[in-house]
């Protein structure tokens, strides 16, 4: 069974730092590429930031600069460091990775093509 847990959301003040976590079991998170997904109340979940099973990564452009994915495949955890946090960053972060086929390389920042997610967790940057 795949599950996926989110962890390390809290209150950080604008323009502080924080690093999330996810710990994926159930596959080999090498074999996988992992995203993080981000939405507010009444909106659409939007894509954050992804990493393919190859290296590469992508950032949506609201968070380039400011936000860094990485992953410990020999921990099965994948992660999201998250500097600048602004008022009006979505505040629910989730993560999820996909049901195969797996083409080498790949990650998508939409939502539709992820299967499996965390339950997601929360971080309040107020104003």
């Known amino acids: 069974q795949v599950q996926l847990v989110e962890s390390g959301g809290e209150l950080v003040q604008p323009g502080g730092s924080l690093r999330l976590s996810c710990a994926v079991s159930?596959?080999?998170?090498?074999?996988?590429?992992i995203a993080w997904f981000r939405q507010a109340p009444g909106k659409e979940r939007e894509g954050v930031s992804c990493a393919s099973n190859s290296g590469g990564t992508y950032y949506s452009d609201n968070v380039k600069g400011r936000f860094a994915i990485s992953r410990d495949n020999a921990k099965s955890t994948a992660y999201l460091q998250m500097n600048d946090l602004k008022t009006d960053d979505p505040d629910i972060y989730f993560c999820?990775?996909?049901?195969?086929?797996?083409?080498?390389?790949?990650?998508?920042?939409?939502?539709?093509?992820?299967?499996?997610w965390g339950q997601g967790t929360q971080v309040t940057v107020p104003s």
């Open positions: 159930g596959l080999t998170l090498a074999n996988y590429p």
């Open positions: 999820a990775t996909v049901r195969p086929p797996i083409r080498l390389g790949e990650c998508q920042l939409t939502a539709y093509a992820y299967a499996f």
